[in-house]
């Protein structure tokens, strides 16, 4: 089975958040079960000059999306096994962020134009493209359409994830055409339109063979007008093509036991853990303790995130005997809050502004607990880092943190985290207030931790759920004939 993966960032070269950590560890698990499965994706000025160094040209061709013509580039390298494949494209790509830029439509439909070229110069024949978020959502279109007959990608079958639905990547509809080259006739309700706009997610959702996303709850939930984001019809009229699968995390890559960013390696012992704590206030300047128990947060500063709760309880949850670890970036107001906060509470709140892979490993090995009281989340990967790093995850019980953290329950002692229903600040505050009274309980603290020890949160699980995906898809590959062609 082929399988090429195109995503707009994947670990070890590029990330801003979880899509990059999926696209560099789920690749690597279905290649260890003997499914060849490559990644392509954008060449940015980001990725590490000692990784870009390994890579080698295969190609240089033109990519032709309406009435453009640029130059593109295909590089290759092999990383832990697996083939990566670079876009190349300096206009488009060499620049100091990934994205949020004006001509982002220009750019991610260009490298979606690129990927359906590139595949001539692989040596490589994808049984199945699995695309991944708005920015990769309209490969399933054009291979619906301008490429439906052309033999680089005869028989393939397409596969699109969302990760997140909120991030639709809307442009207006002329400007869709004019970098598509088509007509109106591919902007109605039932293809790339939405609410008077062009869609790149509806690309995928529209014409992908199977949709699936990161988490069971997720899946359910966003077929809800609540969390649907205005995409719930559709996706309930897709519903017999989607599935949730929860994400994993590379749990070698994120291993207490052998982690260069930490001071004290550990497993099991939280004694050693809490020598990490130790050496994080050291390096933050707080008073060093290991008994004051430490929050820790890791998250881009979004409000899906759920920091509107963590701010209207901040000042309250403060007059506890409690420190706070905030690594983020993102909207002001959240940046200016927390650094404002740091600043009244030098011995209390900490803040790091920016995004920093060292210092958030240290904040999992670091901290007692992990505040994630998201609005929605599809999945989350940082309360499984939590987790794997024996940091208690206190949640809200939506998406992925509903399937991963279950509420630790005093009469049966079974759980390894803390949850709360609705999205409520005081709900919020009282299970913090739950966590840190148990925290003081040494028995129970242990037996909390040493119940998230015992689970598995590894890919083992869900990489052989995407093989049944890919599996299902290809015993019906004579389908795709039946598919309307507009070329
Ligand atoms: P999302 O993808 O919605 O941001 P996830 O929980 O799925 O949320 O994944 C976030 C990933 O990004 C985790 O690996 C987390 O550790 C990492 N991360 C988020 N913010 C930062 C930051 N400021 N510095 C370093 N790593 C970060
Ligand atoms: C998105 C979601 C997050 C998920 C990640 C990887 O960024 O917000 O919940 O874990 O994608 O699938």
């Known amino acids: 089975m082929n399988i090429l993966f195109a995503t707009s960032e994947a670990v070890p070269l590029a990330k801003t958040g979880g899509l990059a950590d999926v696209a560099g560890a789920l690749p690597k698990a279905l290649n260890k079960r003997g499914v060849d499965t490559r990644v392509v994706m954008p060449k940015y000025a980001q990725i590490p000059p000692a990784l870009l160094g390994q890579f080698e040209q295969v190609a240089v061709f ?113 400007h869709l055409q004019d970098l598509l080259g088509v007509g109106y006739d591919m902007f109605y309700a039932d293809s790339l339109e939405f609410y008077g706009a062009g869609s790149c997610m509806k690309g995928g959702l529209v014409y992908a063979d199977k949709l699936t996303t990161v988490s069971g709850t997720y899946a359910e939930e966003i077929q809800t007008e609540y969390f649907g984001e205005r995409l719930d019809s559709l996706l309930r009229y ?55 128990p430490l929050v820790g947060i890791v998250s881009r500063l979004v409000e899906q995130k759920g920091f509107d709760l963590i701010m209207a309880t901040f000042e309250e949850l403060l007059q506890e005997d409690v420190q706070f670890v905030i ?34 490993r240290r904040i999992y090995a670091g901290s007692d607990m992990f505040a994630m009281p998201s609005q929605f989340e599809p999945c989350g990967l940082s309360q499984l880092l939590a987790l794997r790093y024996r940091s208690v995850p206190i949640v809200r019980e939506t998406g992925g943190l509903k399937d991963t953290v ?79 062609v507009i070329l």
């Open 62 to 174: 033109n990519v032709a999306f309406g009435w453009r013509n640029q130059y593109c580039g295909l590089l290759r390298a092999e990383f832990e096994g697996v083939t990566y494949y670079l876009i190349d494209n300096e206009r488009y790509f060499k620049r100091d962020g990934l994205y949020g830029y004006d001509d982002d439509s220009e750019r991610f439909v260009f490298f979606c134009f690129a990927v359906m070229e590139a595949v001539r110069y692989m040596d490589f024949h994808p049984d199945i493209v699995h695309c991944h978020d708005w920015q990769t959502g309209l490969i399933p279109f054009l291979l619906k359409t301008r490429y439906f007959y052309d033999p680089a990608w005869a028989y393939t079958k397409s596969v699109f994830t969302i990760h997140n639905l909120k991030y639709q990547g809307l442009f207006g509809v002329e």
């Open 238 to 292: 897709r519903s017999g093509d989607l599935i949730g699968i929860v994400n994993g995390i590379d749990d070698e890559l994120f291993d207490p036991m052998n982690d260069i960013a930490i001071d004290v390696p550990y497993r099991n012992s939280l004694s050693r853990k809490r020598k990490n704590k130790v050496e994080l206030q050291r390096e933050l300047g707080l008073p060093q303790s290991e008994n004051i």
């Open 327 to 360: 690594l983020g970036a993102g909207d002001e107001r959240y940046e200016h809050f927390f650094n404002d906060a740091a600043f009244r509470y030098p011995d209390k709140v900490k803040v790091w502004i920016g995004y920093d892979d060292r210092l958030a």
């Open 406 to 484: 279950r509420a630790y329950d005093e009469y049966n002692g079974e759980g390894n985290g803390f949850s709360f229903t609705n999205y409520n600040a005081h709900d919020y505050m009282f299970t913090v207030r739950r966590a840190l009274a148990l925290y003081r309980n040494e028995e129970v603290w242990k037996q909390i931790v040493n119940n998230g020890n015992k689970e598995d949160y590894s890919w083992n699980r869900s990489a052989k759920a995407y093989i049944s995906v890919y599996s299902q898809l290809l015993a019906h590959r004579e389908e795709k004939e039946s598919w309307p």
